[in-house]
């Protein structure tokens, strides 16, 4: 079992920026693809960011040019800088992390709150 655990959230005025940090621990085998996904009150759970263990990335068009995915494969870690940040970037966001033959595991989520 792999346990993510992340970091970083909290509340920041529009224009602000935040980084959230997930670190993987337990019994990893080879985590491949990492990222972010992010669930507004009432709205479905979409894709932020993904980085494959190759480092390729793929972002949502809502947050392309003002956020950026990265990770630490020695530390199983994956970070998203945040920058310049919109109310309508308020969400639940989770980090998730793919391994080969055991699928996909996602970390507990830490609120974004974007607000004046």
């Known amino acids: 079992q792999v346990q993510l655990v992340e970091s970083g959230g909290g509340l920041v005025q529009p224009g602000g920026s935040l980084r959230l940090s997930c670190a993987a621990s337990?019994?990893?085998?080879?985590?491949?693809?990492m990222g972010w996904y992010r669930q507004a009150p009432g709205k479905q759970r979409e894709l932020v960011a993904t980085?494959?263990?190759?480092?390729?990335?793929i972002y949502a068009d809502s947050v392309k040019g003002r956020f950026t995915i990265s990770r630490e494969n020695g530390k199983n870690t994956v970070y998203l800088q945040m920058n310049s940040l919109k109310p309508e970037d308020t969400a639940v966001y989770y980090c998730?992390?793919?391994?080969?033959?055991?699928?996909?595991?996602w970390g507990q989520g830490t609120q974004v709150t974007v607000s004046s």
């Open positions: 998730y992390a793919d391994q080969d033959f055991r699928g996909r595991s």
């Open positions: 337990g019994n990893i085998f080879v985590i491949n693809a």
């Open positions: 980085i494959t263990s190759g480092s390729s990335t």
